[in-house]
């Protein structure tokens, strides 16, 4: 191991391995720390997004869909299966298979590419020196050109909930329950709490979710909300608003848990209950007190529009800085400041930072939403479009949803696309490189889509904005 290097990242999670491999790829010696342990207590690579996050809760809901599918979807359409059941030890298993599939790529891309992949601790000191505290063996001092901390999140703790890992869990926890618990209680209606109770209800569990604020998903598009709202209401998911949660209590092997509504007191009890209420950067033992590194009033590491700290060549990317927590945020991140250390000069588009929650139907957005540019006063033009009319979705008997496009109203510039639908996180996609590229709504209108598709609704929606949706009729009629 060598004791100098252009690039030190701290962290191998989406951000920092992101950041590791285009630095190596430039040319640049580079090693990237990282002190993740898998659960056979072996050193594993990828960080929250492909070991407790991304990954291992999409396994989940593909298998949960299917079993739900085979329940109710296929006999619906004439296709008949003997009675469906579920074996969770196997979908565990299989969850297992496909995380290890790509952790264990990391490794040899890492190698690959000429990465040093140094297992253990990484602490920043003054001067871009880091300390490298291996798994086993003593601490070292490293000297690095330039350092990206890529440290992540972890999940937020409420005291009146305090996790045990066994009856009250995180998310990580919700990954990984050994049966379906009969009845499951989520604090916190927000993309973990839909996510992860969509697959426990789906199994079968009677899944209650207590949320704090009044509003349903407010970040997304008022309408979108609304709808996706009802749709979960009707697979059974039951969502109460405006719950302040005052404790839970693990007796006789089940929860119970005390909250305020409007109503007053009110009891619940739960075999397991999820805490899904946010999650907070991870800054434990990763800087020195002289490191120059400075946080925001929120607790995460202050960086610039271009992730540089205030500590001269010292950057930070992904979950541990402003903005939202998603993977793909973190990826284009590293790159960019990777490409940055280099000489180049990429810039991150946050306008085009595409949102997803992974349910069914999903729900995906990409830019404003009209709530958003109604308390701006800028003008806009609306174009939607129904999946209960759009061939494809009938044909696939996945008819819930909408697409919702925000133009405008000057230059018919997209602003704005909700979709609440089938296949939403890949729809989304078209918008956010329709938006990357400028695009106006006429512009993806006058592209062609081939028939019969999802995407049809998004071109549909995007006629629409002008009044010329073809295939329902439009509200307001323009030449
Ligand atoms: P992380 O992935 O958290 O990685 C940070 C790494 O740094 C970890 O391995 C950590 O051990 C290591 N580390 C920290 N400190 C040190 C140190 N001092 N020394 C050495 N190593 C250190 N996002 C999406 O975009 N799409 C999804 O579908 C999605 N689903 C999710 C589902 C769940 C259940 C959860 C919890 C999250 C999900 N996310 C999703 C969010 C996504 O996982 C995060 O946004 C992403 O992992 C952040 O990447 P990161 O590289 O910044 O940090
Ligand atoms: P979130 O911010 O999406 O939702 C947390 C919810 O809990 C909010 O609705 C909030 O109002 C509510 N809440 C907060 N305190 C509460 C309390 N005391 N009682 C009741 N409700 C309370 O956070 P999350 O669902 O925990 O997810 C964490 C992060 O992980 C998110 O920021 C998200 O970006 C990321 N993530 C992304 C995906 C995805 O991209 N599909 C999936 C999972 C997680």
Same mark, same amino acid.
């Given at each position: 191991?060598?004791?100098?290097?252009?690039?030190?990242?701290?962290?191998?999670?989406?951000?920092?391995?992101?950041?590791?491999?285009?630095?190596?790829?430039?040319?640049?010696?580079?090693?990237?720390?990282?002190?993740?342990?898998?659960?056979?207590?072996?050193?594993?690579?990828?960080?929250?997004?492909?070991?407790?996050?991304?990954?291992?809760?999409?396994?989940?809901?593909?298998?949960?869909?299917?079993?739900?599918?085979?329940?109710?979807?296929?006999?619906?359409?004439?296709?008949?299966?003997?009675?469906?059941?579920?074996?969770?030890?196997?979908?565990?298993?299989?969850?297992?298979?496909?995380?290890?599939?790509?952790?264990?790529?990391?490794?040899?891309?890492?190698?690959?590419?000429?990465?040093?992949?140094?297992?253990?601790?990484?602490?920043?000191?003054?001067?871009?020196?880091?300390?490298?505290?291996?798994?086993?063996?003593?601490?070292?001092?490293?000297?690095?050109?330039?350092?990206?901390?890529?440290?992540?999140?972890?999940?937020?703790?409420?005291?009146?909930?305090?996790?045990?890992?066994?009856?009250?869990?995180?998310?990580?926890?919700?990954?990984?329950?050994?049966?379906?618990?009969?009845?499951?209680?989520?604090?916190?209606?927000?993309?973990?709490?839909?996510?992860?109770?969509?697959?426990?209800?789906?199994?079968?569990?009677?899944?209650?979710?207590?949320?704090?604020?009044?509003?349903?998903?407010?970040?997304?598009?008022?309408?979108?909300?609304?709808?996706?709202?009802?749709?979960?209401?009707?697979?059974?998911?039951?969502?109460?608003?405006?719950?302040?949660?005052?404790?839970?209590?693990?007796?006789?092997?089940?929860?119970?848990?005390?909250?305020?509504?409007?109503?007053?007191?009110?009891?619940?009890?739960?075999?397991?209950?999820?805490?899904?209420?946010?999650?907070?950067?991870?800054?434990?033992?990763?800087?020195?007190?002289?490191?120059?590194?400075?946080?925001?009033?929120?607790?995460?590491?202050?960086?610039?529009?271009?992730? #540089?700290?205030?500590?001269?060549?010292?950057?930070?990317?992904?979950?541990?800085?402003?903005?939202?927590?998603?993977?793909?945020?973190?990826?284009?991140?590293?790159?960019?400041?990777?490409?940055?250390?280099?000489?180049?000069?990429?810039?991150?588009?946050?306008?085009?930072?595409?949102?997803?929650?992974?349910?069914?139907?999903?729900?995906?957005?990409?830019?404003?939403?009209?709530?958003?540019?109604?308390?701006?006063?800028?003008?806009?033009?609306?174009?939607?479009?129904?999946?209960?009319?759009?061939?494809? #979705?009938?044909?696939?008997?996945?008819?819930?949803?909408?697409?919702?496009?925000?133009?405008?109203?000057?230059?018919?510039?997209?602003?704005?696309?909700?979709?609440?639908?089938?296949?939403?996180?890949?729809?989304? #996609?078209?918008?956010?490189?329709?938006?990357?590229?400028?695009?106006?709504?006429?512009?993806?209108?006058?592209?062609?889509?081939?028939?019969?598709?999802?995407?049809?609704?998004?071109?549909?929606?995007?006629?629409?904005?002008?009044?010329?949706?073809?295939?329902?009729?439009?509200?307001?009629?323009?030449?």
């Amino acid at each position: 191991m060598s004791d100098k290097y252009d690039v030190i990242v701290i962290g191998a999670g989406p951000a920092g391995y992101h950041a590791a491999i285009r630095c190596a790829q430039l040319g640049m010696s580079t090693a990237c720390i990282d002190k993740s342990l898998n659960e056979d207590g072996d050193p594993v690579l990828g960080g929250t997004c492909l070991n407790w996050g991304c990954i291992p809760s999409k396994a989940l809901l593909d298998i949960s869909h299917k079993f739900a599918e085979a329940q109710h979807g296929l006999p619906d359409v004439g296709v008949k299966t003997g009675k469906v059941s579920i074996d969770v030890a196997r979908m565990m298993e299989k969850k297992t298979e496909v995380v290890k599939k790509l952790t264990g790529g990391i490794p040899q891309l890492f190698k690959g590419n000429g990465v040093t992949s140094l297992p253990g601790t990484g602490k920043l000191l003054a001067a871009r020196q880091v300390e490298y505290t291996p798994h086993e063996g003593k601490a070292k001092v490293l000297q690095a050109e330039h350092v990206i901390i890529a440290a992540g999140s972890v999940p937020v703790d409420i005291p009146p909930a305090p996790v045990d890992g066994k009856h009250i869990v995180d998310s990580t926890g919700a990954l990984s329950f050994d049966s379906v618990p009969k009845r499951l209680g989520v604090i916190g209606a927000g993309i973990i709490g839909l996510e992860l109770g969509s697959v426990w209800n789906r199994l079968g569990s009677e899944v209650v979710l207590l949320e704090a604020l009044d509003e349903f998903l407010p970040m997304a598009d008022e309408r979108i909300g609304k709808d996706a709202m009802k749709i979960f209401q009707k697979q059974g998911l039951d969502i109460r608003l405006g719950c302040r949660v005052t404790g839970a209590e693990v007796k006789n092997r089940k929860v119970q848990v005390a909250y305020k509504d409007k109503d007053g007191e009110q009891t619940l009890e739960f075999d397991k209950l999820i805490v899904a209420v946010g999650r907070r950067p991870y800054t434990e033992g990763l800087l020195s007190p002289d490191s120059g590194v400075n946080l925001d009033e929120r607790g995460y590491l202050y960086v610039n529009d271009l992730c #540089a700290t205030d500590a001269p060549n010292v950057y930070a990317v992904g979950d541990v800085v402003r903005g939202p927590m998603l993977a793909h945020k973190g990826m284009e991140e590293g790159i960019m400041v990777a490409e940055r250390i280099a000489g180049q000069k990429p810039l991150v588009n946050y306008e085009t930072v595409p949102s997803v929650i992974y349910t069914h139907p999903e729900v995906a957005w990409v830019g404003q939403t009209e709530q958003q540019l109604k308390a701006s006063g800028e003008a806009y033009n609306v174009g939607t479009f129904p999946f209960s009319v759009n061939g494809r #979705a009938l044909a696939a008997n996945d008819t819930d949803g909408m697409v919702k496009i925000l133009a405008d109203a000057d230059s018919d510039r997209i602003l704005g696309v909700h979709v609440l639908g089938p296949q939403a996180s890949e729809l989304i #996609a078209q918008a956010v490189i329709a938006m990357e590229f400028d695009a106006s709504a006429e512009d993806l209108g006058l592209t062609m889509f081939a028939h019969p598709t999802l995407s049809e609704a998004v071109h549909e929606a995007a006629l629409g904005v002008a009044g010329h949706a073809i295939h329902m009729v439009n509200r307001k009629k323009k030449k």
